[in-house]
């Protein structure tokens, strides 16, 4: 590491997204034609490395975005319901 870097402190995958936040910004300043081959290489073996350590991102299928929304109606028509109760 260099001496006007300051050390990375925390997991891999925190350190991988600064080195990923470095190198765009050396690519985003422009590079020397004879250094931009090598510096894509490893950009995108970063980008392949973050992807394999960062967890999952769930999505919910269909089944459950409807499961949600019925579940919220029926807690608001409870609710409703014992409001119209108690008034």
Do not use: C, H, W
């Amino acid at each position: 590491m260099d001496a006007t870097q300051p050390e990375v402190a925390g997991s891999r995958l925190d350190r991988l997204k600064v080195l990923r936040a470095s190198i765009e910004a050396m690519l985003a300043d422009g590079v020397p034609a004879r250094d931009f081959a090598a510096l894509s290489r490893e950009y995108r073996a970063v980008l392949a490395e973050i992807d394999e350590l960062a967890p999952p991102v769930r999505k919910g299928d269909v089944v459950d975005e409807i499961a949600q929304r019925r579940n919220a109606r029926r807690q608001a028509a409870a609710s409703a319901s014992r409001a119209k109760r108690s008034g």
